[in-house]
């Protein structure tokens, strides 16, 4: 089996990751590199200490040829978005070391995550591709790129309810976590929020939005498999949402088909696909997430930026 070279590699580890066992994975990842020295041509490990740190040093590492991230979707989201402020010829390719508690773009991928050994192994073995990125940006001018997930109203209200309480060092993770904000959040969003959606060059749909998810890969909240078709590398942004508002006990059921994609199969859900999409909400506060990431807003403009990183993918990665 050929070997993946590395090249000039710099690691960029989150040491708060999965619930504070990233410093030890990092630890774990130097010593893989130190006693697989013909791996890469030179390696560097930086320890990040706050937000935006992984996009700070993603965005100076225009010298190197691979840049590694160990954590969660979090500071993979960041990280790309660092690497986008590079020119095309000059962007490394992304690497990840799945150490989260979703880790949605390991699956995504088919990346075996919480296993940094595994995971360097699986990488040395595998193959660079080239991934799209969706881009939003909303009414103040204010953007951000996504690696997996876009979405607003009551299942973003769910993704950011889940990031809290990952901050509060609960000890649910991945489904089990955002199943849990489930419960919470549907009191108060199963109404669904007011919104303008239109899809590319088609008529403006007037929605309560539930669910209303744009995806570059099928999965979020640790697995749910909202586009459950949806493809990195097709050039196009797969977007879910609810056409009618369903009864509390209809909502849970969709709820709980997500998880393995069949709530797609609803008449009550839309499953389409997009270059670019326009959303306008009636009011403000509405929940978005990017990536798990908060983003605010009322009005939004989306597109997807085909190929827009290379990443290292394992072998087994079907796409």
């Given at each position: 089996?050929?070997?993946?070279?590395?090249?000039r590699t710099?690691?960029?580890?989150?040491?708060?990751?999965?619930?504070?066992k990233?410093?030890?994975?990092?630890?774990?990842?130097?010593?893989?590199?130190?006693?697989?020295?013909?791996?890469t041509e030179?390696?560097?490990?930086?320890?990040?200490?706050g937000?935006e740190d992984?996009?700070?040093?993603?965005a100076?590492?225009?010298?190197?040829?691979?840049?590694?991230?160990?954590?969660?979707d979090g500071?993979?989201?960041?990280?790309?978005?660092?690497?986008?402020?590079?020119?095309?010829?000059?962007?490394p390719?992304l690497?990840?070391?799945?150490?989260?508690?979703g880790?949605?773009?390991?699956?995504?991928?088919?990346?075996?995550?919480n296993?940094?050994?595994?995971?360097?192994?699986?990488?040395l073995?595998?193959r660079r591709?080239?991934?799209?990125?969706g881009?939003?940006?909303?009414?103040l001018?204010?953007d951000?790129?996504?690696v997996?997930?876009?979405s607003?109203?009551?299942?973003?209200?769910?993704?950011?309810d889940?990031?809290?309480?990952?901050?509060?060092?609960?000890s649910?993770?991945?489904?089990?976590?955002f199943?849990?904000?489930?419960?919470?959040v549907?009191?108060s969003?199963?109404?669904?929020?007011?919104c303008?959606?239109?899809l590319?060059?088609g008529?403006?749909?007037e929605?309560r939005?539930?669910i209303l998810a744009?995806q570059?890969?099928?999965?979020?909240g640790?697995?749910?498999?909202?586009?459950?078709?949806a493809?990195?590398?097709?050039?196009m942004?797969d977007?879910?949402?609810?056409?009618?508002v369903?009864s509390?006990?209809r909502l849970?059921?969709?709820?709980?088909?997500a998880?393995s994609?069949?709530h797609?199969?609803?008449?009550?859900?839309r499953a389409?696909?997009?270059?670019?999409?326009?959303?306008?909400?009636?009011g403000?506060g509405?929940?978005?997430?990017?990536?798990?990431?908060?983003f605010e807003g009322?009005?939004?403009?989306v597109e997807?930026?085909?190929?827009?990183?290379?990443?290292?993918?394992?072998?087994?990665?079907?796409?």
């Amino acid at each position: 089996m050929a070997i993946l070279r590395l090249g000039r590699t710099l690691v960029v580890a989150n040491p708060a990751s999965h619930s504070g066992k990233g410093a030890e994975a990092a630890e774990r990842a130097r010593r893989f590199f130190e006693s697989y020295t013909s791996a890469t041509e030179s390696f560097e490990l930086v320890m990040t200490e706050g937000p935006e740190d992984a996009k700070r040093l993603a965005a100076g590492a225009a010298q190197m040829d691979t840049l590694i991230v160990l954590g969660g979707d979090g500071v993979i989201h960041e990280a790309a978005n660092g690497l986008m402020t590079l020119p095309t010829d000059a962007r490394p390719a992304l690497a990840v070391i799945p150490m989260g508690s979703g880790n949605d773009f390991a699956r995504t991928i088919s990346a075996t995550y919480n296993d940094p050994e595994l995971s360097l192994a699986e990488l040395l073995g595998g193959r660079r591709v080239s991934i799209d990125l969706g881009h939003v940006t909303n009414e103040l001018g204010q953007d951000t790129h996504f690696v997996e997930t876009l979405s607003f109203g009551l299942d973003a209200a769910i993704a950011l309810d889940t990031t809290d309480r990952r901050a509060a060092n609960t000890s649910q993770e991945g489904s089990m976590l955002f199943a849990t904000s489930g419960v919470k959040v549907f009191s108060s969003g199963h109404k669904g929020y007011p919104c303008c959606l239109r899809l590319d060059d088609g008529d403006p749909q007037e929605l309560r939005a539930l669910i209303l998810a744009v995806q570059n890969g099928p999965t979020y909240g640790g697995g749910f498999r909202v586009c459950p078709d949806a493809l990195p590398n097709d050039g196009m942004l797969d977007v879910c949402y609810n056409v009618k508002v369903p009864s509390i006990p209809r909502l849970l059921a969709l709820f709980g088909l997500a998880r393995s994609g069949r709530h797609v199969r609803s008449r009550v859900i839309r499953a389409e696909r997009a270059r670019r999409l326009q959303v306008e909400f009636e009011g403000e506060g509405i929940p978005c997430q990017v990536d798990g990431e908060r983003f605010e807003g009322r009005r939004f403009e989306v597109e997807v930026e085909p190929r827009a990183l290379d990443v290292l993918v394992p072998a087994r990665c079907g796409w």
